[in-house]
């Protein structure tokens, strides 16, 4: 497996598209290397602050839109 390096640069949009939610960003992705004391792979996705925040909130509106399309028996949380 291929592991990478993604540092967001800036965040360009956020939308949900038939049961996904879409993040367009400007990112620097690099091939990473696997290190001796890595026991399995993983890809790291570096975001600064502030975008974190942004996107944190960006998130739950999408999410709180989600939420208005289910009817009222299912948003209860109940399953």
Known sequence: MKTYDIEVQRL????HDNGM??????ALVLPRA???D?????T?????VE?????LILLK???AELDKLQPR??????C
């Open 12 to 15: 360009k949009s956020l939308r």
């Open 51 to 55: 975008h974190a925040r942004s996107l």
């Open 38 to 42: 890595q026991t399995t792979p993983t």
């Open 61 to 63: 509106q999408q999410i």
């Open 34 to 36: 696997l290190r001796d």
């Open 73 to 78: 028996s299912r948003r209860s949380g109940r």
């Open 21 to 26: 939610i879409e993040i367009g960003v400007d």
């Open 44 to 48: 790291r996705l570096r975001v600064p």
